[in-house]
Structures are given as structure tokens and as C-alpha cells.
């Protein structure tokens, strides 16, 4: 199969959506092997968007084994700066194939199966609330609630707090 073309627009916007990722896939000096390619269409299937490090010295190499990567697995070349290797295979080029003997589904195929208003944000949840003079009915109110928010026991909205970061590891997170 030949690999995907892609218009420079749509390369520059996905080189810079590939910037703060991180090598999912380590190419060591068996090179290209199939476990190595079947790990990297793994990834290509669950990120669209992934990093490659290729260890080794010669260009022409890497060069190769990137084309190589791209035709095998239909996939789009992105950026190929020193031994980084940018691939992208959008979710339209996969192939649909449901459940391969007795797979489990991906989380994705199993919130799309899911009900429509189940855990998906936002969501509309009736709150009833007890009224403040105790010889009234509670009242029913319609509430929206976002992706960052829940409804606590009491019927009230809460956003969720902001995740703590240790002050140990200040030095990694701005890599």
C-alpha cells in the first residue's frame, strides 16, 4: 500500500500537534522487524498521531525504514528530524474490522455502543432539592452538567479540583 499524501497545511498543523508527544515506538538495532511493526500500527490505531525513535547512525537507514513504515501501513509521513520519526494514519484509513477472534472492544467502540446520555458530557440531570420551609414539596430542577463537573449528594454542581503536582518533579514537567 502505498503511503498517504498530505497537504502542507495539514502537515505543519500535525507536526505541531506532534511536538509535546513523547516515542511510543523504539526501533533498536534488529530494525524494523514485524513485532516492531505490529506495535506500531498498534499505536497508530489508538493515537493517529505517534513519535518513532529509531536507534542508529545511518540516514539512508532511517530513511527507509520510515518509507517502509509509511507503505506497510498506509500511513502519512510527517516530520523526520535526526533519529524522530512523525507518523499519521487518519481513524478514516483504518480498516473496520469488528471484534478479530474474541477481542475485546476499544474503549472508543465501547462509549460509542454506550447509552447516547450515559457519562457523557454535557449531559442534562434532574436535581430534586428539598425546599426550605419543610412543609413544601422538593422541587425538581433540570441542571446541566459539563465534562469537569458533578452533582454531589446534596443536588449542588462541583467542578472537579485541579490535579496536584508534586513539587519533586517541577523539572519534568516543562520538557
Known amino acids: ?3 498517504l499524501k498530505v497537504s502542507s497545511d495539514q502537515r505543519a498543523e500535525l507536526r505541531s500537534q506532534a511536538h509535546a508527544l513523547k516515542p511510543v515506538v523504539l526501533v533498536g538495532a534488529e530494525g524494523l522487524t514485524d513485532a516492531v511493526l505490529s506495535e506500531i500500527k498498534v499505536h ?21 525504514i520510515y518509507e517502509e513504515i509509511c507503505d506497510k501501513l498506509n500511513a502519512a509521513p510527517i516530520q523526520h528530524i535526526g533519529k524522530l520519526l512523525v507518523i499519521w494514519k487518519p481513524e478514516s484509513a483504518q480498516p ?10 476499544s ?5 460509542e455502543e454506550a447509552k447516547p446520555g450515559k457519562g457523557r458530557a454535557p449531559r442534562v440531570v434532574k436535581v430534586v432539592k428539598p425546599s426550605e420551609i419543610p412543609m413544601r414539596k422538593p422541587k425538581a430542577k433540570a441542571v446541566v452538567v459539563r465534562g469537569n463537573e458533578r452533582v454531589t ?3 449542588n454542581i462541583k467542578r472537579a ?9 517541577s523539572h519534568q514537567s516543562s520538557k
Open 153 to 155: 449528594q446534596g443536588g
Open 161 to 169: 479540583k485541579k490535579r496536584q503536582t508534586s513539587a519533586k518533579r
Open 1 to 3: 500500500m502505498p503511503a
Open 96 to 105: 473496520a474490522v469488528k471484534a478479530k477472534r474474541g477481542a475485546l472492544p
Open 44 to 64: 497508530l490505531g489508538a493515537h493517529q498521531l505517534i513519535k518513532i525513535r529509531v536507534f542508529g547512525d545511518e540516514r539512508e537507514e532511517r530513511i527507509a
Open 107 to 111: 474503549a472508543r467502540e465501547a462509549a
